[in-house]
């Protein structure tokens, strides 16, 4: 069963960029029948999501994150990653790696749904 | 930022049904088949029980419904179960702009 693992730093400084691995083991990353994605929960809040990728480096993005977000994949590793820049008080949240089914012929966002997620990691946004 | 609308609280006495809401706009459901739902136990990752409107995972029990009319989408939980207690958010991707989205999310309380 494939699984995912998000790692990074659990403090990060304010202004300062938050940055984000997450690990896909017992599968592979490059499938074509799967998007990569990002969502994080402040503390006590819902949901919101942050961004997807696909292994071509495609990208599709929160448009209220976009300016500060950047997600990347390494294929050689298995990996993909987030970066966050300007962080404040209110990015401290725990951050989640998902895996999204790609339907072949459709544009994105058509189905949307995450099937697969990391455990999550608390990031904290302090001085 | 779109929003979808979900009630804070449901519950609901074991053995019982209950339905949880979701209602946004005709452009915040913009791919008809893009509503999904996730429950989230404490402390846990969401976990996904229905996708595409009314499809189950593999593994989620048949008591876990969804449904859609017009701009409001629905999950029913019918048997309540003492485990079925778990927060529960509705998601679509409004495609006009771009945005995936995520009800504020409902407390089913099993009583």
């Known amino acids: 069963q494939l699984q995912l693992q998000e790692s990074g730093p659990g403090l990060v400084k304010p202004s300062e960029t938050l940055s984000l691995t997450c690990t896909v083991s017992?599968?592979?990353?490059?499938?074509?029948?799967?998007?990569w994605g990002w969502i994080r929960q402040p503390p006590g809040k819902g949901l919101e999501w942050i961004g997807t990728?696909?292994?071509?480096?495609?990208?599709y993005y929160n448009p209220s994150l976009k300016s500060r977000v950047t997600i990347s994949v390494d294929t050689s590793k298995n990996q993909f990653s987030l970066k966050l820049s300007s962080v404040t008080a209110a990015d401290t949240a725990v951050y989640y790696c998902a895996r999204e089914p790609r339907h072949r012929g459709y544009s994105y966002g058509f189905f949307w749904y995450f099937d697969l997620w990391g455990r999550g990691t608390l990031v904290t946004v302090s001085s | 930022q779109s929003a979808l609308t979900q009630p804070p609280s449901a519950s609901g006495s074991p053995g019982q049904s209950v339905t949880i809401s979701c209602t946004g706009t005709?452009?915040?459901?913009?791919?008809?088949?893009?509503v999904s739902w996730y429950q989230q136990h404490p402390g846990k990752a969401p976990k996904l029980m229905i996708y595409e409107v009314t499809k189950r995972p593999s593994g989620v029990p048949d008591r876990f419904s969804g449904s859609k009319s017009g701009n409001t989408a629905s999950l029913t939980v019918s048997g309540l179960q003492a485990d079925d207690e778990a927060d529960y958010y509705c998601s679509s991707y409004v495609g006009s702009n771009n945005l995936g989205i995520f009800g504020g999310g409902t407390k089913l309380t099993v009583l």
């Open positions: 990728i696909y292994y071509s480096g495609n990208t």
């Open positions: 017992d599968g592979s990353i490059s499938s074509s029948t799967y998007y």
């Open positions: 005709s452009s915040d459901f913009g791919g008809y088949y893009s």
